[in-house]
């Protein structure tokens, strides 16, 4: 199995900065995906940035230029700097990453870490 733990959620103002980080660990061989969603009380769940492991990212249009989103392959880890933070910003995140845990041919599945709230209140 894989386990995804999280770290960095936490109360800010608005304007202020977070970092998020992500390890993935267990017997993987492959992943492919990594990335960051989030759900605010009473929406779903929205893809915020993701990155493949050849290193191409995708951001929601809310958070372009004010996020970004790092991968460290060797280490199997994801971070989310959050710049400039507003208070729509807040929300559990999560994150995710398409895992492959067989050797090839690649099997690949979803995992989901246990999210991490981030508040963004003055």
């Known amino acids: 199995q894989v386990q995804l733990v999280e770290s960095g959620g936490g109360l800010v103002q608005p304007g202020g900065s977070l970092r998020l980080s992500c390890a993935a660990s267990g017997t993987i061989f492959s992943i492919k995906n990594m990335g960051w969603y989030r759900q605010a009380p009473g929406k779903e769940r929205e893809l915020v940035a993701a990155t493949s492991s050849g290193g191409i990212t995708t951001y929601a249009d809310s958070v372009k230029g004010r996020f970004t989103i790092s991968r460290d392959n060797a280490k199997n880890t994801v971070s989310l700097q959050m710049n400039r933070l507003r208070p729509e910003d807040t929300a559990v995140y999560y994150c995710?990453?398409?895992?492959?845990?067989?050797?090839?041919?690649?099997?690949?599945?979803?995992?989901w870490g246990q999210g991490t709230q981030v508040t963004v209140s003055s």
């Open positions: 995710n990453a398409v895992v492959s845990l067989k050797a090839p041919p690649f099997v690949y599945s979803a995992y």
